[in-house]
Each structure stands twice: as structure tokens, then as C-alpha cells.
């Protein structure tokens, strides 16, 4: 199990120790700075053995994370628990970095010394945390609180304290999409999917019994032939899910038997559920690239976005980010709608449109002048991303939830429906580049969003500077 | 309130300061002063001066200060024995607080103090804390039993804390159950052979209940504990099977993997005809690819682990190479990973996709990567031979960018493809000649060398091209040399009469001017060679080669199923079983997966055949290699890491982290073939050459050196035995081709008193071998070198050398299985190499064995009868006087003979080396040749062996 947790600076200096295994010494802590964070190449591998012991690591920002261990212990258990104390710390104070750490050193022992007993994780949910770790001291709690407290740690439904009570309940349900799209220089698709998330926010009192309903072909197919023949009639009504991931909360064996998905969301924000699915992906936005070298020292490119969804729907917040070469010391742009501006310090030239309606067209044109350099480096040419928000999903995923508020406020079987929207994009020709996209359909209860974010293959091929 | 301010203080009299606010009346100050301790305490500076200050801060109400109290007592108690005891009695009235939250916070901090006095003082509040009211308590008290048994496991087992924790494994609460599991796990894995987790159906049932109830970490732990499991039957699997793969759709990838381990091992068991088996496949994937959408750090984890499954059952994932494609953003660890699984995944059917993408990639800008592309392209052409041709085109491509290091790989890669499809894209040198000037790593000079040596008859100017290469010999690599040799000895024998000066010059350079005995015993050899028979030297040098295999860099079967066992685990990640990296006796246990019950499976997966068996004249024992590799490390690594022990290396990767290096040479492609390219294969493997050993320097050169050498090796021949207790005759205890090369053979003896190891070790690899090192892993009679092992000058290839290693039996004792089993490692400068034997017991009889007769009488009164055992040794022709004196040559010694009904009773007595007396009664027939052994001793596992021991001194 882990032997010790360890949280440096960007320098190597450390901000937390806190050993929970005899075996570990001293000197592991000075071995990871030297052999990993002052370590001269890159870092090639988030584990690293030092004799005998070995070093799982994460990074947020500035700060190390390393947990040590000299066992062999679930390496994918280990990390699950660094990110889960990055939530953790983030849930009680923010960002993380060496201000806050430093400011909140003593917080960050006593959750230390409660998640973690003896190199096993305890339970780590901030819900059930906050009830008993606080900054300020310990409150006299009375016998029942104490009870309360234990048994929610404890409990079958560790993630939620009970008698939480809102004035009106609230859900929100937010569908996000990226998609992946792989294209080669011909523009043919190589490999596309969509892997999305739905992100819950949940304001409601006692204990609410929660269902959630999505389009999934397997359900739909299951309730009937009905329904089988409208999925022919318009379209997808229906989408195929690769496989979905849940959140602690959601009865597995129940999903397993009837494919429903039934759960008692924790307090706030969090994420129901992640699901990917390949097939009949809509592609949104097509994005074609022109770029031409003229000289050493100067590129024109051309960038087209062609929208391709129903004309009556409009896409909003439109960003394209077009990636220039790390030697570039001037640019010009001239674009046909929206605003673009070169940003130096992204090396990249970003585009925003505020909205676009579907089957529409815009371009940008750049002149990006190159100062004549000897680098022998070569630029990564980076991929194009694009973020939006169009009011469906790429995936063709729509969804529907459920309440049955059991406690003081009953409100039995309220049904909030919601179209899920998002919006992917696509990338075509010569060359693969790639887009982002979220997409937001307004409306207060039900929102939905799509991100989605790479495709490899940035810049077209043979395009090669000095 | 920013508490970051307790971090700057570096005054000197800073501990002076901080006494002082400790014992400060007011609660503020002595809070703020316990802070700044702690803040002292994390960036290391030592505090525990301060000790009993802070101690006294101890008993507050403050659970925030409590809290950090402890933090100090936890870091410190251990070099202030006598002053943590302070602590006890408040431990031990938290401990009884009515606040659930106080009392399993004084549990879990005392059980961290690691002090034998406190320990004592545990126990009382941790058996009421096992039966307290609250889970939380009795989840704090679950671990806080495995934290005691690290220090101090009799007391656990006195103490009955053991039963009390198998109990909870009943109790209602999920997470009491969890972390009672992880306990009992924990505890079960230092004591490999006790029976802890007693796991049978009904609690295997309880397990899985409260897998669907318990937090994500809890099923981590059950299913960690399932995976032990071994179901009874087939349908038991199944059952178990269907209930875990719910938590395939977990969000914690740790819970997946989990599962996907305990699904894998199970699924052993199933008949691939049922329907489950196929469905349980199906079911398999999605979560797996899933797992690549995770966090980068858990995506490497993945891909590790998936490397594994898909060399164990390929079929899982054969779909799904696309999503092995490499992304722009991915960290360079996950693309090397996701490149390696890539081409376990090629095949005819989806190649040409696989060839695009490596073709891209090789284009990028980590060099690394790029390498590793144009690796793979080659190991894609060996793997599928319909392919073949596109890869060589896509390497010319390559090479046609004259990027110097795509150039090399290239190089190197085609030359495994030319050893994989001989004669048959030879068109492709032309161009490879005309990088020649580019090569400036070893390996693809030795690469490009070889290229030309074997295909010299063809290529118009080899003679000028490997002569360009002569000039700067000596500034080579001895990889580059000692190609550059064979190549021209090829070059010879294909043409003789313009080459005869080039070789001459060669064979010259390498005899005379090198100091690398490789490179000098090889020139010898061709030298000898040639001059003697020409033909013969043909035969051997331009001999057929077998053509290499297609996958080289597989894992060896046993240890691919060993990792199977550990899914998820570090193990998986570093791709070594535990004990390669594990102190102690943990991890030492073996896991293998189950046999298959049902249908006998067939030879359904070729990809994942031995690639060679090990020679039937093993020791029976299953070698557990490994299990000394602890030890073993040590030898290299000297002490853990104390400040930057090795910062200075400039392969960072290597030196610093062994392991990782390890890693490397396991994924790297095709490492052994390339290692014997160094010289055509046939003088590897023909047996009938022996180097002269490397002290015969040039004095001789040129002269035929046929006598000379031969006497030398009669040096290593037969070093008789002196008089002494039988001694068997050697055998081969490791294989050459299980050790790089290395063989050793051997056998025990003991001579007066003095026990020795005789050993043969001999070099059958091409490479010099150098810096030998023994070590025995703990065993029953504590055997262990007396002395270490010397072989004075570096073996060369071929050569051998005898060795007799003295033992004493003073090291450190483990009881083995068998009795007698021995584990050695042996290490030279190439690797470190295990192997276990089996050392016939009477090695240990001690020469003054022999038991008074009054004593002896005594003796055999006292054992009681359920300790005799008796055995039958059989088609033995001696007579009583005979057995008598051959026995007493091994220190087994007669105190009496009786004729009984016309038999000869022998009573006789010996003595092992730790003190075990074994009394024996040996019955005669003079008829009859199957004599009657009864033996008793208070040791009575002993028996067998002794039994074993009797039979091999009498029949030899």
C-alpha cells in the first residue's frame, strides 16, 4: 500500500510529508526531487523505481504530487487516489498551488490523515468530508451529530450527508461532447468518436431517488418494436453506446440486469456518467485548411468553416484556433465575420464568431511573417482546434431524468426533460486538423454542451521552415 | 488565517523560541507554536528536541491541535522510546471517549507508534475498538490490526486479534468489511502458508454483497481479494464471473482493472464452448478502450496492462487497434506504450492502417518516438510477410529524408528484415551504401557492416566499403569491431583472391593491437580456422542461419501469467513479477492462473506459444526465479538511495532507474536479435570450439595455435575429489540458454568437516563475461557462501572454469519447499540469473554424529512413536558391514548391530548441521534386498530427506 505522500514545489522543496509505511525513509524524499523533478530530461514515465522504491507522480500546475511505495500495490488505485486528493484539496481551497498548500498545510494533514490509514484510501468524498473536517476546529457536536457523521462515512451512501434542504429543487444537466476525429492528408476519415460527459448539479433536499434515461439503442430496442420503427422513420432516434462509465453513486448490478440508471446524486456538482460511442457521428462544422509557404519567411494561410447542420439552428460562441509556428514575428489577419487576433503568447491565431446558422460559410485569411531562424527543432505542428455550442449533441445522445424526492419535500416523479444538444466538428481536406466545440441550448433547467478538441494532424504536410 | 508564514522562520535560536511558546498558558500561541513545529518538521529539519513539549500540549480539547500532535508523536515516538510512553494514558482514555471520531483517531494514531512499550498498551483499547458500537471505529480498528502486525506479529496472532478480524469480515457494514479484507490480505501475504483468508463459497458471497455496497476504494480491496480466490469448479467461476462484471462500468479506472483481473484468472477456468466464455470476451473491450479516455498517468497504467491481456488473449482486442492511434497531445510515455500495442495488434488485416500511421509518426518531432516508429515498422515486416514489401519501400521512404536517425534505425531494421527473408531484397543495398557516411551510432555501423559481409559476393565494392570502415578500427565500439571482423572473414571466404591482404590486416588488429579479449579470441578462431581448413571454416562462417523469429520481445508464458494474476499492480506496470522489486518476504507467494477445467483447450493461441522449453535435465523444483532478486538488487543498487546517488549518469534511464532500464530492454523490439548479430550464429552454437583463454596473449600469434591450447583446457577437466561423504556427479542446474549464455553445473560435497559447492560455470555466449557474484537466497539450514565467489579472470566465450565455492550454514534460515530446495542467484557483468537445486541432506551430517549407546537407547524412548517414519529402500545387495562403513564415510554412524530372527538390525545415529539428532534403525535380510529403514527424529519433516540421503549413499 502507499508508503508516503509527498507534495513539492516546482523547485523540489517540499510542502507535505506525510509517511504512513515504516519503510519508507527520509531519504525517498530527497530521491524523487533529485531523480525526477530536477531530473535533467523530460519525464518519461509518471512511475519511476528508485532503488527499490518507486514513485507514482502527478502534476497540477506547478505542484508534484508523489505517492511511494515499497509494495506492490494497484498502481491504478494509486493514481484514482491522486487525482481524488487534487478534488479534494480543490473542493476545501481552491487551485492548487504553493500559496494555498502552504496556507492550508495543517488542513491538508488532517484530510491526509483521514483518507489515507495505514497506505489504504478511506472514504474521500468532499460531501461527507466537509461535515467533519473544517478549518474551523472542531465543533462540539452533540451525540447524534457525532453518530450522523460516522455513519455517513461509513455508510452505503457515502458521498451524500442526509437532511440537506433547499427552498426549491434544482437539476441540471449538462451534456458534454468531444469528438475525435482522425483524418488523413487526403481528407478521408480515418477514425472518429465521440466521448461525452454528463455533468449533474443537483439541489435537492432529503434523499432524492434519481433516474436518468438516454436514447440508448439497447434500452429502446428492449422497450419494444415500436419504437424500433420511428428509429427508422427519423433519423436517430436512437444511438449505440461503446460503453459508458459511472459515477460511485449509481447502482452498477442495476444497470448490469436492466440497463437503467438509477442513483442518489451527491450534494452539487458532479459527473454522472462518461459513455463513447463510434458510430453515425454528425459532424457539425467541416473545417478546411489552405496553407502556403512563400519564401522562408512567410506563410499565407486560408481557413475555411463550412457549417453543416439544419439552416433553422444557429451555433454559438464559435472559437477556431489556428496554431502558427514558434518563429513567428508578425500577423495579419483579415476574416469575413467574427473577430481574430494573433496572441503571441499562445502562438496561435484565435477566431471568434458569435454565431453562425447552419449550411453557412466563412473563412480567414493570415499572413504570418517567419523570422529566419537555425533551429533544427522541428515545429510539432500542432492541430487546429475549434470550441462551439450548437443545440444537439454530435452523438445523436439525448436524455431524460428523474426525481423521486423521498423526505420533507415531496415531490414525487417530476419529470424534467431535456433535449441534449452539442456540437462536434469536423476537418477536412488536404490536410487533418482539428476543432473543438461545446455548445450550450439556453434554458435554465436543462442545458447541454458538447466540447471537443483534437484530431492529430496539424499543419498540412511538406510545410517545413528553418 | 494563512498558515504559510510558518514555513520562513530559519532563525537559530529558533527551537529555544518554539520551547518557550509551547509552554505558553495561552491556547493560541501554543497552537501557532505546534504549527510551526510541524512546518519544521515537513521541510526536514529535526525537531524532536522538542519532544516533550509537545507532548504536553497532548491533552487539550482541540481536536485541530490533538490532531497535530499526534502528527509529531507519529514522526518522532520512535527515536523517543521512553518519552512516548507519556502519550499512552491519554491514547488510552480517547480511547474510551463518547466521540466515535476521537476514539478511532486515538486507534489509528497509536497503532502508527512503533514502540514496543505503547505497542503492549494497544492491545486492551484495540480489542473493545474491533467490537465498538461505530463503523467508523471498527473500520480504523480493522487496519489498525495489520498496522500491529508490522510491528509485531506474534503478539497479533497471541492475542487472537486475527479471529477477531476474520469476524468482520461478516459485519454489517461495507466499508467495516473492506477494510477488514485489505487487512486480512495484507496480513496473509507475509505468511504465504497460513490459512487466513479462509476463503470458501459462503465467504466469497459475503465478499461479493458488499462489493455492491461498499466505496470505490473498498471494492478495489475485495476484488484485489477475489482475484485470490480460486473457485472449486467451473460453474463457481461463472458465477463470480457474472456478478463482478458490473463494476466494468465503474468510473474509477483502479475498479476496473480490478475487475478485469479477476475476470481473466476466472475466466482460465471456463470452457471456451459455453456461451458465457464468448460473451465474457465481448464484454471485456469496451471497458478496456474506455480506460484510454482516463487521466494520461492511469492511460499508461492501462496501456501497460493491456499489453498483457493482448498477449494473452489476442483476440480481446483485435478490433481495436484504431484506438491504440497515437494523438497529437498524448505524453510521450503513452505514445511509446500505445506504438507496442500497435504492432501486437498488426495483422494482415489491418497492416496497411498500421503502416500509415507509423509512417506518420515517423515523421514527428520526439526522437524517442520516432526511433521507436521506425522500429516498428520493421517488426510489422516480420510479423506479417504479406507486408513485407510495403515496409521495406516505407523504410526507403525513410531513409530518402536523410534524417540521420531515422537513417540509422532504418538500417538496423533491415538488416532483421534481411535475417527474417534472406536473398530477397538485396536490391534495396545500393541504397543503403550510399548512407554510409551518416552512421555514426555502433549499432547501425554494425548493422550496415553485416549487411554488406553477408551479402558481399553481391555488391561490387564491399572490399572498398568494409576497408573505408578498417581504418578507424580501433576508435570503434567492440560491437562495431568484432562485425567488422566477421564481415571481412565473409568477404574472404566469397572472395579469396582479391581479399587476402584485407583480411590479413583485420585478423592482425584484432589479435595484436586489441586489448578486448572478445575481439582477440574471435580473431584467433578465424585465424585458426582458415589457416588450418579452409573448407571447414566455410562451412562454419557462411553457414545457413535460421531465419529469426517473429516476435521476439514476447513475455516469457510463466511470467505472462503471473502478471495476469497482479492486473493493476505495480507488477503489471514494470512487466516483473513483485519479488523483483519487493523487499522481504512479501510478494515472495507465486500466483499462477488456474488450470482449465472443461474442455482441454487446444493449441488456439499460437501467438503465445514457448518459444523454447527448458532442457529436461532441470532440478525438478520450479526454479522461482526471482525471489532473490531482492537481494540480488542490492548487489548493484549498494544502499537505498541516500542523497543523489547516481545524478551524475548520463543515461538516465539505465543507471538511475534500473528497473525502468529493465523495461526498455523488454519492450525494446528486438533486442536478442540484434545481440548475436555480433557474430554469424553457427560459432555460437557449435560446441566444438573452445577459445583459448584470454592469459595465452599474443606471443604466438600467427602460428598455427593448436598444441598450446589444448592443454589448458585439461586444466579445467577433472579436479578429483578427495575422500569425503559421496558426492554425485554434476549436473546442469542452468541452462545456457536460460542465462544469456551462462551455464552452470554442479554438485555438493563434504570433505573433513567443510561442506563446498562445486561448480562449473561455463560461457557459451559470444561476449566476455566478467564480475561474478553468488548469493543464496534464505533456506532450511541457513547454507550460505563461506567466502565469495572468485573466478579470477574474465571467462571467455566458450571457455569454463571450475570452481569450488566453500559454504558454512550460518546465514540466515528460512524453511523451504522441499526441505532441501536451494535458491541461487548467480550475477555477472551481463545479468543477474536464478536457478534453484536441491542439496542431498547428507552434506549436513556433522562428523561427530555418533550417539552414546545409553544416550541413543534414551533417545529413541523419549521421541514419541507418531514421529518414526519408515521407509523401504529397495535392490540393495550390501551386506550389514558394508552398509555400515559406506554410511559412516557420510557421518552416518552405527552405535549398534543386533541379529535379530536371522536379520541384521543397525542402529545408527547422526547429527544435522543446526543440531537435529535423527536415530535410525536399519533392517537386514540377508535374503532379502530391500532393507527396512525406520527413522525418528523431533523433527520429523526432516525424514524424507534423510530417507533420500541413505538411499543415494547406498546406491552409489
Known amino acids: 500500500m502507499i508508503g508516503g505522500l509527498f507534495i513539492y514545489n516546482h523547485k523540489g522543496e517540499v510542502l507535505i510529508s506525510r509517511v504512513y509505511r515504516d519503510d519508507i525513509g527520509r531519504n525517498a524524499v530527497d530521491a524523487f526531487r533529485v531523480n525526477v523533478i530536477h531530473a535533467r530530461q523530460q519525464v518519461r514515465s509518471p512511475v519511476t523505481n528508485i532503488a527499490r522504491t518507486s514513485f507514482f507522480h502527478v502534476k497540477r500546475s506547478n505542484i508534484w504530487l508523489a505517492a511511494v511505495t515499497k509494495q506492490n500495490v494497484n498502481a491504478a488505485m494509486v493514481f484514482e487516489f491522486l487525482y481524488k486528493m487534487c478534488d479534494v484539496m480543490t473542493a476545501y481551497f481552491g487551485k492548487i498551488s504553493e500559496e494555498n498548500i502552504k496556507n492550508n498545510f495543517v488542513l491538508i494533514y488532517e484530510l491526509l490523515d483521514e483518507i489515507l490509514d495505514f497506505g489504504y484510501p478511506q472514504n474521500s468524498e468532499t460531501g461527507a468530508l466537509k461535515t467533519f473536517i473544517t478549518q474551523q476546529g472542531i465543533k462540539s457536536q452533540t451525540k447524534e451529530e457525532q453518530s450522523q457523521i460516522t455513519s455517513q462515512v461509513t455508510g452505503q451512501i457515502g458521498w451524500r450527508r442526509e437532511g440537506i434542504k433547499y427552498r426549491r429543487n434544482e437539476l441540471f444537466l449538462d451534456v458534454l461532447e468531444s469528438v475525435n476525429l482522425l483524418m488523413s492528408p487526403q481528407g478521408q476519415v480515418l477514425s472518429a468518436h465521440v466521448s461525452g460527459r454528463v455533468v449533474m448539479k443537483s439541489y435537492l433536499s432529503g434523499m432524492p431517488e434519481c433516474k436518468f434515461g438516454m436514447n440508448d439503442k439497447i434500452v429502446i430496442e428492449k422497450q419494444g418494436k415500436g419504437t424500433a420503427d420511428e428509429t427508422g422513420k427519423s433519423g436517430k432516434q436512437s444511438i449505440a453506446i461503446d460503453d459508458c462509465t459511472f459515477h460511485q453513486c449509481v447502482r452498477l448490478s442495476k444497470f448490469d440486469s436492466e440497463r437503467s440508471i438509477s442513483f442518489i446524486p451527491p450534494d452539487g456538482e458532479f459527473e454522472l456518467m462518461r459513455y463513447r460511442t463510434t458510430k453515425d457521428i454528425i459532424l457539425p462544422f467541416r473545417v478546411i485548411p489552405l496553407v502556403r509557404e512563400v519564401g522562408r519567411t512567410k506563410l499565407e494561410v486560408k481557413v475555411v468553416i463550412k457549417s453543416n447542420f439544419k439552416p433553422s439552428l444557429l451555433a454559438q460562441k464559435i472559437e477556431v484556433r489556428i496554431p502558427t509556428p514558434l518563429n513567428t514575428s508578425g500577423v495579419q489577419v483579415i476574416c469575413m465575420k467574427g473577430k481574430a487576433k494573433y496572441k503571441a503568447s499562445e502562438n496561435a491565431i484565435v477566431w471568434k464568431i458569435k454565431r453562425m446558422a447552419g449550411m453557412k460559410e466563412s473563412q480567414i485569411s493570415a499572413e504570418i511573417e517567419l523570422l529566419p531562424t537555425n533551429d533544427k527543432k522541428k515545429w510539432a505542428r500542432p492541430p487546429i482546434s475549434m470550441n462551439f455550442e450548437v443545440p444537439f449533441a454530435p452523438s445523436g445522445l439525448k436524455v431524460q431524468s428523474r426525481v423521486d424526492v423521498r423526505g420533507t419535500h415531496p415531490m414525487p416523479w417530476r419529470e424534467e426533460d431535456e433535449k441534449g444538444t452539442g456540437a462536434a466538428d469536423t476537418v477536412s481536406s488536404p490536410s487533418g486538423w482539428s476543432e473543438s466545440c461545446t455548445e450550450k441550448p439556453g434554458g435554465d433547467i436543462g442545458r447541454c454542451h458538447l466540447g471537443r478538441q483534437d484530431d492529430r494532424r496539424g499543419w498540412p504536410g511538406g510545410h517545413e521552415h528553418t | ?956
Open chain 2, 1 to 956: 488565517m494563512t498558515d504559510s508564514k510558518y514555513f520562513t522562520t530559519t532563525k537559530k535560536g529558533e527551537i529555544f523560541e518554539l520551547k518557550a511558546e509551547l509552554n505558553s498558558d495561552k491556547k493560541e500561541k501554543k497552537k501557532e507554536a505546534v504549527k510551526k513545529v510541524i512546518a519544521s518538521m515537513t521541510v526536514g529539519k529535526d525537531v524532536s528536541a522538542l519532544f516533550p513539549d509537545v507532548v504536553n500540549c497532548m491533552q487539550t480539547d482541540n481536536l485541530e491541535l490533538k490532531k497535530l500532535v499526534y502528527l509529531y508523536l507519529m514522526n518522532y515516538a520512535k527515536s523517543q522510546p521512553d518519552m512516548a510512553i507519556m502519550a499512552v494514558n491519554t491514547f488510552v482514555k480517547d480511547c474510551e471517549d463518547p466521540n466515535p471520531l476521537i476514539r478511532a483517531l486515538a486507534v489509528r494514531t497509536m497503532g502508527c507508534i512503533r514502540v514496543d512499550k505503547i505497542t503492549e498498551y494497544l492491545c486492551e483499547p484495540l480489542r473493545k475498538c474491533l467490537k465498538d458500537e461505530d463503523p467508523y471505529v471498527r473500520k480504523t480498528a480493522a487496519v489498525c490490526v495489520a498496522k500491529l502486525h508490522d510491528i509485531n506479529a506474534q503478539l497479533v496472532e497471541d492475542q487472537g486479534f486475527l479471529d477477531t478480524l476474520k469476524d468482520l469480515i461478516s459485519d454489517s457494514n461495507p466499508m467495516v468489511v473492506a477494510n477488514a479484507v485489505a487487512a486480512l490480505s495484507e496480513i496473509a501475504e507475509s505468511h504465504p502458508s497460513s490459512n487466513l483468508l479462509d476463503l470458501n463459497p459462503q465467504s466469497i458471497n459475503k465478499l461479493l454483497t458488499a462489493l455492491n455496497e461498499c466505496t470505490e476504494w473498498g471494492q478495489i480491496f475485495i476484488l484485489d481479494c477475489l482475484a485470490n480466490y480460486m473457485p472449486k469448479d467451473d460453474r463457481e467461476a461463472q458465477s463470480i464471473c457474472e456478478r463482478v462484471t458490473p463494476r466494468l462500468s465503474h468510473a474509477n479506472s483502479a475498479v476496473v482493472l480490478s475487475a478485469v483481473k479477476v475476470l481473466m484468472k476466472f475466466m482460465e477456468m471456463l470452457s471456451k464452448d459455453l456461451d458465457y466464455y464468448g460473451t465474457l470476451l465481448k464484454k471485456l473491450a469496451p471497458p478496456l478502450v474506455t480506460l484510454l479516455s482516463a487521466e494520461p498517468e492511469l492511460q499508461y497504467v492501462a496501456l501497460r496492462n493491456i499489453n498483457l491481456i493482448v498477449q494473452k488473449r489476442p483476440e480481446i482486442l483485435k478490433h481495436e487497434m484504431k484506438v491504440f492511434f497515437v494523438k497529437y497531445n498524448d505524453p510521450i510515455y503513452v505514445k511509446l506504450e500505445k506504438l507496442d500495442i500497435m504492432i501486437r495488434l498488426a495483422s494482415q488485416a489491418n497492416i496497411a492502417q498500421v503502416l500509415a500511421e507509423l509512417k506518420e509518426y515517423a515523421t514527428e518531432v520526439d526522437v524517442d518516438f520516432v526511433r521507436k516508429a521506425v522500429r516498428a515498422i520493421g517488426r510489422c515486416a516480420i510479423k506479417v510477410e504479406q507486408s513485407a514489401e510495403r515496409c521495406v519501400s516505407t523504410l526507403l521512404d525513410l531513409i530518402q529524408t536523410k534524417v540521420n536517425y531515422v537513417v540509422q534505425e532504418a538500417i538496423v531494421v533491415i538488416k532483421d528484415i534481411f535475417r527474417k527473408y534472406p536473398n530477397k531484397y538485396e536490391s534495396v543495398i545500393a541504397t543503403l551504401c550510399e548512407n554510409l557516411d551518416s552512421l555514426d551510432e555502433p549499432e547501425a555501423r554494425a548493422a550496415m557492416i553485416w549487411i554488406v559481409g553477408e551479402y558481399a559476393e553481391r555488391i561490387d565494392n564491399a572490399d572498398e566499403l568494409l576497408e573505408s570502415f578498417l581504418e578507424g578500427f580501433h576508435d570503434e565500439s567492440t560491437q562495431v569491431q568484432l562485425q567488422l571482423l566477421t564481415a571481412i572473414v565473409k568477404l574472404f571466404l566469397k572472395k579469396p583472391t582479391e581479399t587476402q591482404e584485407l583480411v590479413q590486416q583485420v585478423l592482425s588488429l584484432a589479435t595484436q593491437d586489441s586489448d578486448n579479449p572478445d575481439l582477440r579470441d574471435r580473431g584467433y578462431i578465424y585465424w585458426r580456422l582458415l589457416s588450418t581448413d579452409p573448407v571447414a571454416a566455410k562451412e562454419v562462417v557462411l553457414a545457413e542461419k535460421p531465419l529469426i523469429s517473429e516476435e521476439t520481445d514476447l513475455i516469457e508464458p510463466t511470467l505472462l501469467d503471473e502478471l495476469i494474476c497482479y492486473i493493476g499492480t505495480l507488477a503489471s506496470v514494470y512487466h516483473k513479477p513483485p519479488s523483483a522489486f519487493v523487499e522481504g518476504s512479501r510478494g515472495v507467494l507465486h500466483k499462477g492462473l488456474p488450470p482449465r477445467t472443461g474442455s482441454i483447450e487446444g493449441p488456439e493461441s499460437p501467438d503465445t506459444a514457448p518459444s523454447g522449453e527448458p532442457a529436461a535435465d532441470q532440478p525438478s523444483v520450479i526454479p522461482t526465479q526471482g525471489d532473490l532478486l531482492g537481494d540480488l538488487l542490492n548487489l548493484d543498487l549498494g544502499p537505498p538511495v541516500t542523497g543523489p546517488p547516481m545524478a551524475t549518469s548520463t543515461v538516465p534511464m539505465g543507471a538511475v532507474d534500473l528497473l525502468g532500464g529493465g523495461l526498455d530492454s523488454l519492450v525494446r523490439p528486438s533486442s536478442r536479435l540484434r545481440s548475436d548479430v555480433g557474430g554469424s550464429p553457427a560459432i555460437g552454437g557449435s560446441g566444438s570450439f573452445t577459445a583459448a583463454p584470454s592469459s595465452t596473449a599474443p606471443t604466438n600469434v600467427g602460428a598455427p595455435l593448436g598444441s598450446g591450447l589444448g592443454d589448458l583446457f585439461d586444466l579445467t577437466a577433472g579436479v578429483g575429489t578427495l575422500s569425503g561423504s559421496y558426492v554425485a556427479p554434476k549436473t546442469v542446474w542452468l541452462p545456457a540458454m536460460k542465462a544469456k549464455g551462462l551455464e552452470i553445473s554442479g554438485t555438493f560435497s563434504r570433505q573433513v568437516g567443510s561442506i563446498s559447492m562445486d561448480l562449473v560455470l561455463t560461457n557459451k555466449a559470444l561476449q566476455v563475461m566478467s564480475d561474478f557474484a553468488i548469493q543464496f537466497n534464505r533456506n532450511s539450514f541457513g547454507l550460505a557462501p563461506a567466502a565469495p565467489l572468485q573466478v579470477h579472470a574474465p571467462l571467455a566465450p566458450n571457455q569454463s572454469v571450475e570452481i569450488s565455492l566453500p559454504l558454512n550454514t550460518v546465514g540466515s534460515v528460512m524453511k523451504m519447499d522441499p526441505l532441501n530446495n536451494l535458491q541461487v542467484a548467480v550475477k555477472n557483468n551481463i545479468d543477474v540469473f536464478y536457478f534453484s537445486t536441491l542439496y542431498p541432506l547428507h552434506i549436513l551430517f556433522v562428523e561427530d554424529g555418533k550417539m552414546e549407546r545409553q544416550m541413543f537407547l534414551a533417545t529413541w524412548k523419549d521421541i514419541p512413536n507418531e514421529n518414526e517414519t519408515q521407509f523401504q529402500i529397495k535392490d540393495c545387495s550390501l551386506n550389514a558391514d558394508a552398509v555400515s562403513s559406506k554410511l559412516q564415510g557420510s557421518n552416518i554412524f552405527t552405535i549398534a548391530k543386533r541379529n535379530v530372527e536371522g536379520q541384521d538390525m543397525l542402529y545408527q545415529s547422526l547429527k544435522l548441521t543446526n543440531g537435529i539428532w535423527v536415530l535410525a534403525e536399519l533392517r537386514i535380510q540377508p535374503s532379502n534386498p530391500s532393507f527396512m529403514l525406520s527413522l525418528k527424529c523431533r523433527a520429523p519433516e526432516v525424514s524424507q530427506y534423510i530417507y533420500q540421503a541413505y538411499e543415494t549413499i547406498l546406491k552409489n
